[in-house]
T-cell receptor
Framework: DQQVKQNSPSLSVQEGRISILNCDYTNSMFDYFLWYKKYPAEGPTFLISISSIKDKNEDGRFTVFLNKSAKHLSLHIVPSQPGDSAVYFCAANFGNEKLTFGTGTRLTIIP | DAGITQSPRHKVTETGTPVTLRCHQTENHRYMYWYRQDPGHGLRLIHYSYGVKDTDKGEVSDGYSVSRSKTEDFLLTLESATSSQTSVYFC????????????FGEGSRLTVL
């Protein structure tokens, strides 16, 4: 069963606008959610995380929102830049030293 | 950047042959992981290690074995490669605790013909 779901395989956004990537989960027993960014032919790199006791975390152009009642989190990128074009994965840390990843969303920023 | 090296970076092999992928770290992190990335499946955990000689299965462990005889090295072995094991394999490391952040290597692309 897919505990972490990213239902949008792809997303295209105009440069300078807001990109919103979504992630849903089924298991509420998590400690953290993390977002990773992946360029072609490279390994995933950590972007931002959010604790289960928070509902928002911000780092520069990146903000993650957590809605525990809806079991949903989202990553906002404002403003979007061409270098943001990549695949984004959300991942859950259920407190067992392992990360469970979603299937990823390919973000394309249109100049 | 975390010191993680995967080898080989690319490999083409035939069905039924054994394959070993190596992950080497210079960070002295306790935890090491092998994930595979496939279209439509994201990153799925194959095996992980929580110390020298201490390993456990992930969600897609069938057909794979691992070994960790030293802190710095984590080997993934396909005893008899099948076409379904064609994938990109990523090694990751973690010191443990806190957010659970993993640091990934650059990946090993394996093609099984």
């Amino acid at each position: 069963d897919q505990q972490v779901k990213q239902n949008s395989p792809s997303l295209s956004v105009q440069e300078g606008r807001i990109s919103i990537l979504n992630c849903d989960y089924t298991n509420s027993m998590f400690d953290y959610f993390l977002w990773y960014k992946k360029y072609p032919a490279e390994g995933p790199t950590f972007l931002i995380s959010i604790s289960s006791i928070k509902d928002k975390n911000e780092d520069g152009r990146f903000t993650v929102f957590l809605n525990k009642s809806a079991k949903h989190l989202s990553l906002h990128i404002v403003p979007s830049q061409p270098g943001d074009s990549a695949v984004y994965f959300c991942a859950a840390n259920f407190g067992n030293e392992k990360l469970t990843f979603g299937t990823g969303t390919r973000l394309t920023i249109i100049p | 950047d975390a010191g993680i090296t995967q080898s080989p970076r690319h490999k083409v092999t035939e069905t039924g042959t054994p394959v070993t992928l190596r992950c080497h770290q210079t960070e002295n992190h306790r935890y090491m992981y092998w994930y595979r990335q496939d279209p439509g499946h994201g990153l799925r955990l194959i095996h992980y290690s929580y110390g020298v000689k201490d390993t456990d299965k992930g969600e897609v462990s069938d057909g794979y074995s691992v070994s960790r005889s030293k802190t710095e090295d984590f080997l993934l072995t396909l005893e008899s490669a099948t076409s379904s094991q064609t994938s990109v394999y990523f090694c990751a490391i973690s010191p443990g605790g806190n957010t659970g952040e993993l640091f990934f290597g650059e990946g090993s692309r394996l093609t099984v013909l």
